[in-house]
Each structure stands twice: as structure tokens, then as C-alpha cells.
């Protein structure tokens, strides 16, 4: 059962370990604007309301508009918020990603970063991918320069492996790093379990994923029943009660929906019931773009 004390240290951050994603508040295929901006704003909001001290985005959700929709709910900031936001693509369209890993662009977007978010320093700053096509240490020695000149607090990586991480660990700290992970798709396993091992964050996208666990009479459902949550909430809290390390950031442009999330922090998990799920699924293969 997660509760309002319990908190992660990472580097110099400190956060509450539920967060929230702010991709869903951009247009479909995470393009545009969304089409109720009031409501993304209003989602925005009732978030910090509720106690959520992490908000995670990205300069290609949009692109740029999540960053702008956050500042124009957030600024001036309460002093207790972090904001992660991510570079590593370029956008060309709807559902269009393309790994962008050279130097001169990590620094130029974490640049317009700054000034979409109305920031001096980004809290925490995460690789998006690691693009294949340039030398890895340019990118981590990039963070690295970024992290040394006071642009931004902290660094992070995203869809990475163990030895990934290993590697961007020798040229700059790493304090979290954001897989995609779910009850159902746990191909991240390892690289969870080094996050644990060295108390670096791990930051699950599309973290409500549970195929057919979530079937009636399945596995989820059948626990759902037994603690009175939702399907939704019983995958949070199996989440939460994999690793301490574990941050998960569902994100929703719906205040109802968001409300519901931040409730899966006061599910608890019997050892019997965490065991059934644990067992209801294989480790699958993660996917390979998005989050």
C-alpha cells in the first residue's frame, strides 16, 4: 500500500512514487493539440491537487504542446514539483518517431525545453532512445555537458538495457530509467532488477497495459473483486509492490480517470494476491517505440 510518506530519492530529487505521463493530453497519434485544451489543463491541475509531484513529458509529444500545456497550468511552479521531460526523436507526423541521438540536437531541444517549460534547469532530463546511428558515449557525453553546465539537475535514459545503462553510467549518474513495463509485459525484468540493485528509478510507460489478465473472471479481474478496486488500480499496485524503485506515470486526459489512478495508491496486495498475479503472466517482449 503506497501512502503520502512514501517517497523515492534519486540524485537530488525526491518524489512520491506515482507520477503522471502527459502524452494522452496532446491530439491523436500524439500530434496537435488536444481537442479540449481546457481539460488538459484541468487534468494538469487536479494532478498537483491530488499530490502528484512528478510530471513527466516530452519535447516530441505534440510536438512541444505538452510542455507548453504544463506551463501554462503549472508556472509559476509549487516548489515541490519535478518535471522530467525527454529528447531523442524527431516527429514528422502522426505516430511518426525517428531517433535523433546527435549532440547539437539534444542540447538545441533541451534548450527550447527550457523555454517551452519556463524553467532555468530541467529537474530531470532523459535520452528518449539511444539512436543507433550515433556513438552512444556522444549522446550520454551530451547529457553529461548538459548536467555539468547547470541546463539540467539530473539525467535519465528510456527503452534501454542493462548494459546500456552500464555504459551511460561510466560518463554521466543515471537516476532513472523509463522501460516499458506492465503486469503483462515484463521483457524488463533485468533491467528492473539492476535498477533496484543500485537505487536508480524505474519509470514504467504504458504502465495500465494487462492484455487478457484483465478478462472477466481472469486474474486481475478476480483480485479487483476481492479489494474492491478496479482492474486499472490493482495493475498500479502490482506495480507498486514489485520494487521500491518502481515510479509508474499513468497519464489520462481525463480528470476521472486520473482520479482513479491516484487511488491505486491506497490498494494493498495480499501476498497471496501478488503471488497469483506475479504467476497469471510470462515475461514478454517489450515494444519498441513510444513512452
Known sequence: MLDASDTLELGTLRVHRLGFGTMQLTGPGVWGPPKDPDGAIAVLRTAVALGVDLIDTADSYGPDIAEELIREALSPYPADITIATKAGFTRSGPDQWEECGRPEYLKSQCEGSLKRLGVDHIDLFQLHRIDPRVPPDDQFGALKDLRDSGMVAEVGLSEVTVADVEAARRIVPIITVQNQYNIAQRGADDVLDYCESHQIGFIPWFPLANGKLA?????????????????????????????AVMLPIPGTSSVEHLEENWAAGEVSLSDSQYDQLVAARKPVRRWALGG
Open 215 to 243: 478478462r472477466d473472471g481472469g486474474p486481475l479481474d478476480t483480485v479487483a473483486r476481492e479489494v474492491g478496486a478496479t482492474v486499472s488500480q490493482v495493475s498500479l499496485a502490482w506495480l507498486l509492490r514489485r520494487s
